[in-house]
């Protein structure tokens, strides 16, 4: 299967500060990546979808200026929260999907445990 | 919309079946995966079923049944590291064949 790296796995932060999520896709191109927010118990939530070298596209509810996303290469995107908050604090886990249609899966990176103190 | 329900927990002992309903309502449907992610880790892709009936990988198998928007996920020969949360998910093929996951289903596996 298709391999797709995410860093850090893990990162502690200050609230305010901001925090830089990465996310590649190592053997193949993703023409689509995808950023999910799960918290403990719960679902994936879908956050935004990125196409390479066009602005996400942000689900109904998720702040567009708090969590940046930037999709600059086939093999690369990344998530920038701003300004974090306590309440940001959670499991961010990307995926990357290689071409178009139904028939296309996704691929999951290993996930970015978020704490904000 | 899509909305997927699963049950929240289910306990069974090494050895045992397990199998896991999932029902679901969306406006546009394009198959049903399962998804199998332990504590702390990210989902990995355990099947996928676009047509009805039974898929088989190994202990773990697949049923779907579009007439009755249903499907399942059958563990079979239950081992300690089957414990995890199992998600099902459609893909939506209105909105760009994205995936919407159920709440998941917790499995635990006991000695």
């Known amino acids: 299967g298709a391999v797709v790296s995410q860093h850090p796995s893990w990162v502690i932060c200050k609230s305010g500060t901001s925090v830089k999520i990465e996310c590649r896709s190592l053997d193949f191109q993703a023409t689509t990546m995808f950023w999910y927010r799960q918290f403990p118990k719960q679902s994936l939530m879908l956050m935004a979808t990125?196409?390479?070298?066009?602005?996400?596209?942000?689900e109904q509810g998720v702040e567009k200026d708090k969590f940046l996303i930037n999709h600059a290469s086939l093999t690369l995107s990344t998530l920038t929260v701003t300004s974090a908050h306590p309440e940001d604090s959670s499991f961010y886990i990307c995926?990357?999907?290689?071409?178009?249609?139904?028939?296309?899966?996704?691929?999951f990176g290993q996930g970015t445990r978020l704490t904000v103190v | 919309g899509q909305s997927l329900e699963q049950p929240s927990e289910v306990t069974a002992v090494e050895g045992a079946i397990v199998q896991i309903n999932c029902t679901y309502q969306t406006s546009g449907f394009y198959g049903l995966s399962w998804y199998q992610q332990h504590d702390g880790g990210a989902p990995t892709f355990l099947s996928y079923n676009a047509l009805d009936g039974l898929e088989e990988t190994g202990r773990f198998s697949s049923f779907l049944s579009r007439s009755d928007s249903y499907g399942y996920l059958l563990l079979q020969e239950l081992q300690m590291k089957d414990s995890a949360s199992y998600f099902c998910a459609v893909r939506d093929p209105s909105n760009d064949y994205k995936l919407s996951f159920g709440a998941g289903t917790t499995v635990t596996v006991r000695a």
């Open positions: 995926s990357a999907r290689r071409g178009t249609g139904p028939n296309t899966e996704a691929f």
């Open positions: 990125s196409n390479e070298g066009s602005k996400a596209t942000y």
